[in-house]
C-alpha cells in the first residue's frame, strides 16, 4: 500500500464549524485525500504523563470549552471507534507501556477538524494524548508511529500555528496582527525549505515565539506531525487564513 501523507491541522474553535469558508477549506482536503482506513489525531487538547490512547468504544463528545452558545454544546460527530489500530500501536510500533483509555471521547482539537474534513464520519478514528511538550520527544514519537502509514493510517496533529487567545480581535475577520504573520510565514517558510531543526527550536530562531505561542500546547502536534513525515518530499498548506487577528489557519500535508 501507498504511504499515507501526514497532517498538521489548525483547528480552531467549536464556532468554527459554523465559519463556511474555513470548513470549506477542510472539506476540500479530505476530499483530496484517497484510501484512507483510519484515523490517529493527536490534539493539542489532551496532553499527559504518560502516552494514552482512546476513545476504544462509541463514546460522546468531550466538550472542552466554555462560555459559547448552547448549540455548540449539542453537537455531535459519530466517528467510528478503532480498536484494531489501538492494538497495532501497542503490538508493532513499541512504543512501551500505553495506557488504554476506553471511554476517552474526541476533545474538540479532534472532532471540529474532522467534521470539516470528513462530515460523514464514515471513518475509524482513534485519539492519542501528547506524552509531555518537549519539541524532541514528540519529533521521536511522530518517527516511532510513522510505520503506520503504510497501513492506510492518517497521522493528524491537530493544533494551531499561531495560538494567542490574549490578543484575539472581536471582529474574526480582522487583518492579522503583523506578529502572527511574520510567525506564521517563517514556519512555512522552514517546513517547505526544509529546516526542521529551526522549528523544533522554534522558541530560539522563531520570530516573537513567545507572541505567537505564549504557551506551546497547540504547535506541540506539529512535531510529531514532522516526526512522521521524516524526509517528506512535498509540503503543501491546504488550508491557509488569520481568524480573529491572532490565530492562524495553516494547515500542512507531509507527502512521501
Not at 16 to 36: I, K, Y
Not at 226 to 253: D, I, K, N, Q
Amino acid at each position: 500500500m501507498k504511504l499515507m501523507p501526514v497532517g498538521f491541522v489548525s483547528h480552531g474553535a467549536p464556532v468554527s464549524v459554523e465559519d463556511t469558508e474555513w470548513m470549506s477549506q477542510l472539506l476540500r482536503w479530505g476530499r483530496s485525500l484517497a484510501n484512507v482506513q483510519s484515523i490517529l489525531v493527536l490534539s493539542a487538547h489532551w496532553v499527559t504523563s504518560e502516552l494514552a490512547i482512546g476513545p476504544l468504544v462509541a463514546t460522546p463528545l468531550i466538550y472542552d470549552f466554555f462560555g459559547f452558545p448552547e448549540r455548540f454544546y449539542r453537537m455531535t460527530y459519530r466517528a467510528l471507534p478503532a480498536p484494531d489500530l489501538a492494538r497495532s500501536i501497542e503490538s508493532q510500533v513499541g512504543l512501551g507501556n500505553i495506557v488504554g483509555m476506553a471511554v476517552r471521547g474526541l476533545d474538540h482539537g479532534m472532532w471540529v477538524p474532522l467534521s470539516g474534513m470528513f462530515p460523514s464520519g464514515n471513518i475509524k478514528v482513534l485519539g492519542m494524548s501528547l506524552p509531555g511538550l518537549d519539541p524532541r520527544r514528540l519529533y521521536a514519537l511522530g518517527k516511532a508511529l510513522a510505520p503506520l502509514r503504510a497501513q492506510g493510517v492518517l497521522i493528524l496533529a491537530s493544533g494551531g500555528i499561531t495560538h494567542n487567545l490574549f490578543e484575539l480581535d472581536p471582529d474574526p475577520l480582522a487583518a492579522p496582527f503583523k506578529w502572527a504573520v511574520e510567525f506564521d510565514r517563517w514556519i512555512e517558510d522552514a517546513l517547505k525549505t526544509g529546516n526542521m531543526e529551526a522549528v523544533l527550536d522554534f522558541e530560539r530562531k522563531g520570530p516573537d515565539p513567545s507572541r505567537a505561542h505564549p504557551s506551546t500546547e497547540h504547535l506541540a502536534p506539529l512535531f510529531v506531525a514532522l516526526g512522521a513525515a521524516e524526509g517528506a518530499a512535498h509540503v503543501t498548506c491546504p488550508v491557509e487564513g488569520f481568524r480573529w487577528g491572532s490565530l492562524s489557519l495553516r494547515s500542512f500535508l507531509f507527502e512521501p
